[in-house]
């Protein structure tokens, strides 16, 4: 399957790896500085490839590649939603890291156009295919927790001045957003996910603490009323002194407790059950290794996209799932500027609404 990036930042090592590893044809890399696909390609041993085109333009390369297939999107989170309706109008399957758009308008016009076109496109929340998380929600599938009272994410990093200054896109409303936006979104996606989806209000409190040279926040806090009658509570924040600690999701049910922790739930801290099975003996000590805080996921997020393609069914990740947790986001800042409760569905809210708001 041929396959192209477009975008050779701090995360797309991640994605030429995962291409790599399912023995996609990677026939062209796009970023607007020629130096960072060199230093990419390197980074893989494939800087003498010839055959890997080079473009600076990602309208070019889709138009002098009308066979490729697929194509993940790792830019700058501004341009996430225009780069990834250019490709599904050109009939290519996509991959978008997170966040899917930073406009929910963005986000419904993705899906629509994503379904009327035919074409899968999948919201890069590799989380979702931790060992860890895949064993929550096997749990949660089986009925082993019962009736879901509550659950909570936690995702407690450490951002500094020297990350900010990498890119100078970061920490601002309209092509980032904050700790929610940027960091938080891959918890806020798990915790919505595992607790049913369906989000009826939420109310959310976001500061700027301690990064005053941004424009965004750099803790946000948010209870979620779903409509399952479960209740969950959001912590994101990129002021933990002076590294990353962890990335935490529980789970309360009235038949059992979990805990996944590590530095981005990777790990399971805690496994009890009313039932308890062979099995979760060997459960309750599982660690997942992780070379850095975005996982393994990357891999088995392009294997399913791939088998969905091949397979013409949705992908594991969808665009809606991306939309979800973009809402959930969205519904917190919304909060925090109104200083009221959201009502869920939004309709229409961007993180660019925000500017001036610290």
Known sequence: MKYALIGCGRIAVNHIKAALNNRLEIVAVCDIELKKIRILLEKHGLDNDKSIKRYTDYKKLIEENPDLQLVSIATESGIHAEIALYCIDHGIHTIIEKPIAMS???ADEIVKRSGEKRVKVSACHQNRFNIAVQKMRKALEGGRFGLISHGSIHVRWNRNKEYYDQAPWRGKWESDGGALMNQCIHGIDLLRWMMGDEVEEVYGVTKQQFHDYLEAEDI??????????????????????????????YLFGENGTVKL????????????FSNMEYEDESTQRLREE???????????????????????RMPYVSAQDGRNALELVLAIYKSQKTKQPVKL???DFASKDMIGEF
């Open 104 to 106: 929910i308008k963005d």
């Open 220 to 249: 946000g806090m948010a209870v979620v009323k779903f409509r399952n009658g479960a209740i969950g509570t959001v912590e994101g924040t990129v002021n933990v002194y002076h590294q990353n600690l962890e990335e935490t999701l």
């Open 261 to 272: 922790g590590g530095t981005s739930t990777n790990n399971i801290d805690v496994w009890n």
């Open 290 to 312: 992780t070379s850095n805080v975005y996982g393994n996921g990357h891999t088995s997020l392009f294997a399913d996209m791939i088998d969905a393609i091949e397979n013409d």
């Open 345 to 347: 569905p939004l309709t």
